[in-house]
Structures are given as C-alpha cells and as structure tokens.
C-alpha cells in the first residue's frame, strides 16, 4: 500500500535540476510533498488535490496525475539547501485522516 | 508557528521494559499520529487518533498501543520493549482531516534504542 518513490538517491551539483517520482497502486485522493533535513522534523512542502493540478513556489513545484495514479516533484536550479529527504504521503480515501508515506529519496546537492 | 514536542529525544531501553513516548501539540489540532521511520522504508503509520479517546490502527500497530485522554496529547506504549522496535519514532498532528488542504506537522523525533 505504501507508494513508491523514485529514485531512492540523487546526487547533484547545485544549479542542475531534480525530478522525484511517486507512484500508487490504488487511486489517489491527495499527495503531499515533505522534506526532511538529517535530524530534524520533516517539513511541509505542498498538497496536491484530485484534479490533476500542478503547484509550485519559488523553483519546487510538483504534479499531480490522478489517471496515472502519480505525483512527481520537480526541483529547478538546485540550491544547496534543497538537499535533505523527501517523502511523498498520499490519501486514497478523502477523509481518510491518515496519509501512507513513500519510503523516501535522498537528495543530495553539492557546490 | 503550530509546535509539536516529543517529550524525549533519546532513549535507551532495556529488553522487555514498558516503554513511553509522549507527545503534545499546541494548536488545539483534532488528529494525532505515531509514525515509524527505518532507512529504506519510509515513514509507516502505527496509530491515529482523531479525537479525545478514539484511535485507529495504522499499518503497523503490533507491540504498539496509544493513549490519548486530552486532546493535546498523545502518548505511544510499547508494552514489552524488544530490539526490533529500535527505531526513529514521530509524532504528528493535523488540525481536520487530511485531504482537505490540511497540513501534517510533525515533531522532531524520539530516537529509540532497545538493548
């Protein structure tokens, strides 16, 4: 039931791009998108709710295919910052009240 | 800022021992969680709660139980600590439902060794 996230480990040099995927054997009510720094709490990102949208700030932004069953996480011009653990949580039942978390993808951005 | 405090940030624990893990959250939210996380396998779901008194099982709730008497906290047991329950453990907490543009915050974390 967990989705499944791709890549499990990127390693770039800051200023390139980064695609994260998340995929779902069941459909998909939300997807959210978190970010974890080694030790600290993981971190809000953005919600992506059914009807195919596609979110964005500043150069992260993510989709959202409901037909494919998909979220990817699209980071642009990589800043050293960006670098940490994401995870994508999907909901396949709207108010299910508990989001079922990938297994991660380690992103590393070096100068 | 919504605050979610993991009372103890390491633990070590002794084989057999009952083990508590308590957590609060500040901003009055309906939802609480206990997640697992390992290397390789994410963040799984032991427990919810979404309401004073009410739980529901996750994925993983074996050698696990949850107490939640107020509604800003909310306390993991494990009843009879064993090694393969060494592990990260979060706290989390939503004001309503997920899926309805409500956010997930999580604690920082309790990082438990069974020895």
């Known amino acids: 039931q967990q989705p499944v996230q791709s890549p499990q480990a990127v390693i770039l040099r800051e200023g390139e791009d980064a695609v994260i995927n998340c995929s779902s054997s069941?459909?998909?009510?939300?997807v959210h998108w978190y970010r974890q720094k080694h030790g600290e709490a993981p971190v809000f990102l953005m919600i992506l709710l059914k009807g195919g949208e596609q979110k964005g700030h500043d150069k992260i932004s993510a989709s959202f295919n409901e037909k494919k069953q998909q979220s990817s996480l699209y980071l642009t011009a990589s800043q050293l910052s960006y670098s940490g653990t994401y995870f994508c949580?999907?909901?396949?039942?709207?108010?299910?009240?508990?989001?079922?978390f990938g297994q991660g993808t380690r992103l590393t951005i070096n100068p | 800022d919504v605050k979610v405090t993991q009372s103890s940030r390491y633990l070590v624990k002794r084989t057999g021992e009952k083990v508590f893990l308590e957590c609060v959250q500040d901003m009055d939210h309906e939802n609480m969680f206990w997640y697992r996380q390992d290397p390789g396998l994410g963040l799984r779901l032991i427990y919810f709660s979404y309401d004073v008194k009410m739980k529901e099982k996750g994925d993983i709730p074996e050698g696990y139980s949850v107490s939640r008497e107020k509604k800003e906290r909310f306390s993991l047991i494990l009843e009879s600590a064993s090694t393969n329950q060494t592990s990260m453990y979060l706290c989390a907490s939503s004001l309503y439902r997920t899926g309805f543009g409500n956010t997930i915050y999580f604690g920082e974390g309790s990082w438990l060794t069974v020895v």
């Open positions: 069941k459909a998909l009510y939300s």
């Open positions: 949580g999907t909901e396949v039942i709207q108010g299910a009240q508990k989001l079922v």
